[in-house]
């Protein structure tokens, strides 16, 4: 599966933003698909999953940061909220077959990537 992300833009504090993730000429439905973010100079940090499991977030995301997935099952969505100057970083999807992985939240489970996109909040 190919994954391409959008919807990343320069925001200002405390505003809301959705970023989509498409796989291109595929669904999800075979594989476990997460978003994750990444600063300069720092891993891949995870912040949500869906799978066969449901979704599952990372501490830090719960209360702010909501996934979902579109009817045809091939595009999958972030929506942040209350946008923090911190939130600044390139996002990412990733996907790992269903299955073949112990927790999707972590970067090193994942084996595709989309290019990701970039969000800046500015004060």
């Known amino acids: 599966v190919q994954l391409v992300e959008s919807g990343g833009k320069l925001v200002r504090i405390g505003e809301s933003l959705r970023l989509s993730c498409a796989a291109s000429?595929?669904?999800?439905?075979?594989?476990?698909v997460g978003w994750f973010r990444q600063v300069p100079g720092e891993g891949r940090q995870g912040l949500s999953c869906?799978?066969?499991?449901?979704?599952d977030y990372s501490d830090f995301a719960k209360g702010r940061f909501t996934m979902s997935m579109n009817d045809a099952r091939d595009t999958v969505f972030l929506d942040m909220r209350r946008l923090k100057p911190e939130d600044t970083a390139v996002y990412y999807c990733a996907t790992v077959i269903e299955g073949d992985y112990n927790d999707c939240l972590q970067s090193y489970e994942m084996d595709r990537w989309g290019k990701g996109t970039q969000v800046t909040v500015a004060s």
């Open positions: 869906l799978s066969t499991s449901g979704f």
């Open positions: 000429g595929d669904t999800f439905d075979d594989y476990a």
